[in-house]
Every structure is written in C-alpha cells, then in structure tokens.
C-alpha cells in the first residue's frame, strides 16, 4: 500500500472537523470532588463528554467522506484504522459491560505525594455504571466483590489499586484504603471552600474546562521536591514560594492560574505568562507564513519532479489545511492580577487558535502513512557474510607441516 502528497492532504482535509466540543451539561464541582482527596498534592480532571462521542462519531463517518472515497487505498487504511479502534471497544465492553465512547462522562484523579513511598491516588469515575460492571471486573482477576459501607469492593492485594463502585454509581480506582474511606457508610465529601487545596480545584472544575489539572503541594512533598532540585534557580524558587498552580483547557481555548506566596513572586510569573502569550501567538502566525512562503516559491519548481507537480496542484488545498490546523495569533487574552493571584484566560473560535497542538496532527498522519508503507514493503533480504574457507587437511600419515617460527631480533651489544 503506498501513499502520495495527495493521500495525505486528502486525509487531513477530511480530519479537521475532529476537535473539542462543549458539554451543555458539564459536571459540577459539587460533583466531581464528592469522592475527593482534601490534602491532595496533584489533582486533574477530564470532561469526557465533551471529547469522546462526538469525535468517535466523526471517526466511524470517515471512510465514507467524498474526498476519502476517491482512494482505495486511503479508504482501507482509514477503514483498517477505524477496525482496530472498534476492536479495542469492543473487547473491553465484553469484559467490562462498560462503553468507553458512551458511558463514561468525566472522571477526576487524586494523587497524594509520600515521602520514601509509592503515592496513594484516588480516581473518581462518573458515568453509567452498575454492580453488573465490577461483577465483569472481579472475573477478570479472579475475585468477589465484598460489600463495603453502600457499595462494593473488590481487592487485589495490599500493593495493588482497588476498585469499588459507590451507592451512587461512581467507579473508584485507587489506593486500597483511601477506596475503602469512600465507601463507607460515613463518609462526607470533603470541603472546598475558597482558599484550600480543593478549592483551587473547584474553582477550576466551574470554569467548565475539558481537561484541567492542579497542583498545591504539602510541605512533606514541597520539601522532597526541593531536595531532588538545584538549591538555587527558577524551578526551585517556584517550588518554594507557590500555593497554587492550575492548566485547563476550554473547547476554546486554554487558561492558566497561579497564587504566590510574595508579591514579587507574582510580579515574575506575570512576566513569564505574558511571553507565554507572546510564544502562543508567535507559534500560530509562523507556521502559516512559512507555508505562504513555501507555496510561493514552489512555482519556480514546476516540472522538476512529480511530487513537487503535486504539491503545486493542491496548492489551494494545502495552505486550506494550514488554516484549519493554525489560528492568525489575534485570540483574545484576558489577565486578571489580583494582590498575590494571576489567572489568565486565552479563547478564539476553537482551541486550536490558541493552543497550536493541532500542527501534531498532521506529523502524527505523515508518521501513519510512512508506517503503512514500510507494512506493506517487501522484506529486505537479510546479508550473510561467507565463512572463511576450511584449510585443507593433510593426507592421511603425514604429519602437517611445522609453522616456522618467527624470526628473533639480533641481540643488542652492550
């Protein structure tokens, strides 16, 4: 199966309707952190909803694409490639009972750092889910799930994640103890009032993000961090002095917030989020000018090669794709500085206009085909090197012939 400019320009044009979407009905924070960790030093959330159906959608409509359709050859791959993805689905419905295109709606992951010891987590995982599911589970390993509190538990071994489903449906993986608190009957979701670890997580989480994740370390864990880094620099220096950090992104765009301990310190991270900014906006309007100025000196090569021929021919396609995958750099940026917190929010059309992630696709496509073709190329044949020829043997009753010895240096005079 082999692949020109054409299969991959077709490809991609037929890709760049993929993105994020909005979720009409995101989780809440009330929700989301029902099963959280209070003193947790990392915390990342993910709003499924508004990534998996919609795409997954696109993804089983591609092959039938105008463009798609007019190669064969691009149609079966993308057709292989939709295959494989179905299959992953559906083994893992058949041994779980759980759709992961359709039954999963946020989860959201607590880590806790132990000095001198593996960290204890907790993932929350909310969607449709049944005591049918984690019955499939327990198969899976060879085990029963036992009753604990409102819900159930089922149990690898000491050193191994637990898995329980909460009275309310929520799945939980993680630590066996902190999975064990949860299902109790007494448990009591843990606050996240303004000002505390979770509240810099709800804070974020009520932003509607797609994808948001938050750091506010211990001391236990701000000191280790601070003993594997250089006792002078950036790095430490921020380690030492934040109480806060957030990353989200928006189905429009991205956002960042950090609340230092000094004034000073917050005066640097502004500068630092500024040319953040000033980088963002530089990486979306580079790529479209050096395709503008490729496409335009690609003429004074016309007719020496075919690929070149081609490349010229879609022309108009090409710097189309450039534009689907890149925004012009002219997003909005709004900063908000308030005594010791920076929160900064950049939003365009979608977050490919601000966040230029979307230029991975493109080498991720190129990186496919090259992998399809060196697939279906004959093997190369492998090179054996002759063995040195045997001496030959002497006749039977004959003694082989003595090496003479090596000449011995004249001796020197005294």
């Keep these: 199966m082999s692949f ?57 409509q591609l092959a039938d694409q105008p463009q798609i359709k007019t190669s064969p050859e ?29 039954d999963i709606s946020d989860a959201t992951a607590f880590v806790q750092l132990v000095p001198q010891s593996d ?14 599911n984690l019955d499939k589970v327990a198969k899976m390993v060879n085990k029963s799930p036992a009753k604990q509190g409102g819900g159930q538990i089922v149990e690898i071994g000491a050193s191994q994640p637990a898995i329980g489903l909460t009275r309310d449906g929520v799945i939980l993986v993680g630590t066996p103890g902190l999975v064990r608190e949860r299902l109790a009957d007494g448990w ?17 989480i009520s932003a509607r993000p797609v994808f948001a994740v938050v750091m506010t370390m211990s001391q236990p864990a701000r000191a280790e961090a601070l003993r594997q880094l250089a006792p002078h620099g950036f790095a430490s220096d921020v380690v030492a002095r934040h109480r806060a950090a957030a990353f989200s992104i928006f189905h429009d765009g991205v956002g960042w917030t950090w609340v230092d301990s000094t004034r000073a310190g917050t005066d640097a991270m502004e500068l630092v989020s500024n040319g953040a900014l000033d980088l963002l906006r530089a990486a979306q309007i580079a790529p479209r000018g050096i395709a503008k100025i490729a496409m335009g000196a690609l003429d004074s090569y016309r007719g020496t090669d075919a690929k070149v021929d081609d490349l010229i021919k879609h022309k108009a396609d090409i710097l189309k794709i450039v534009e689907a995958y890149t925004g012009d750099g002219a997003f909005k940026a709004t900063v908000d500085k308030k005594a010791m917190r920076l929160a900064v929010r950049a939003t365009g059309k979608t977050v490919s206009e601000v966040l230029p ?26 090179m054996v090197e002759p063995a040195p020829p ?25």
Excluded: C, W
């Design 119 to 132: 960290p204890r987590f907790v993932i929350a995982v909310r969607g449709r889910f049944s005591p049918a």
């Design 4 to 60: 020109g400019i054409i299969e991959v320009i077709t490809l991609l044009l037929g890709l760049a309707g993929f993105g994020l979407q909005a979720n009409p009905t995101p989780p809440t924070a009330d929700q989301s952190l029902q099963y959280a960790v209070a003193d947790a030093d990392f915390a990342a959330h993910i709003d499924a909803a508004s990534v998996v159906p919609a795409n997954y959608k696109l993804l089983a």
């Design 357 to 382: 992630f979307g230029l991975m696709l493109p080498a991720a496509v190129v990186g496919l085909l090259e992998s399809q073709a060196r697939e279906a190329a004959p093997p190369t044949p492998m």
């Design 188 to 204: 009591k979701p843990p606050s996240h009032d303004a000002g505390t670890n979770l509240g810099y997580l709800a804070e974020a």
């Design 74 to 102: 691009l149609q079966k791959l993308v057709r292989k490639a939709i295959g494989e993805v179905e299959g992953a689905r559906g083994a893992a419905k058949m041994a779980t009972g759980v759709d992961v295109t359709t």
């Design 390 to 414: 045997t001496p030959a043997k002497p006749p039977a009753g004959k003694p082989a012939p003595a090496t003479p010895p090596a000449p011995r240096s004249p001796a020197k005079k005294p």
